[in-house]
């Protein structure tokens, strides 16, 4: 009669596969290696993506700017010229000038230190996706290694 019961080479594990099919640990720290590299290369590849969208995006918002102060600029200047004009018909022209000139740079220094103080509590430009799925990878780690 032969024996066609399990040989003890061939006894199944705990997983119920056969023992010689499990990767070793060298197999599965290269593996480990292997995936933890992927995530970082993607992860940086959506930190570039991203960072490449919003600079695009702010790239366009700073053109128009400089386009509409360029154009404020001489509709400011015929405004002021109307303005000098205006307290001429009343004043002496060099009256009329200075006055209006005192009243530019009041309005410049007033600007100026609103201006100062926005740029004082300004935001970071950073990549707020990118953070939150690094967050997120690096929670999902530390669980898989409980």
Request: without cysteine.
């Amino acid at each position: 009669m032969t024996d066609t019961g399990p040989q003890p080479s061939q006894t199944s594990g705990p997983t119920g596969t056969d023992p010689r099919e499990r990767p070793s640990i060298g197999a599965l720290i290269g593996s480990i290696t292997d995936l933890s590299s992927r995530l970082v290369r993607a992860e940086i590849a959506a930190f570039k993506s991203e960072m490449k969208t919003k600079l695009t995006m702010s790239g366009a918002g700073v053109g128009l700017f400089v386009a509409a102060g360029v154009l404020a600029l001489y509709g400011l200047g015929f405004l002021f010229w109307a303005a000098v004009s205006a307290i001429a018909l009343a004043l002496p022209l060099w009256l009329a000038t200075l006055i209006v000139a005192v009243g530019i740079l009041a309005l410049a220094a007033v600007l100026g230190l609103v201006g100062k103080k926005l740029l004082a509590k300004g935001s970071p430009a950073a990549p707020t996706q990118t953070i939150a799925s690094v967050k997120e990878d690096i929670a999902t780690f530390k669980e898989g290694l409980k």
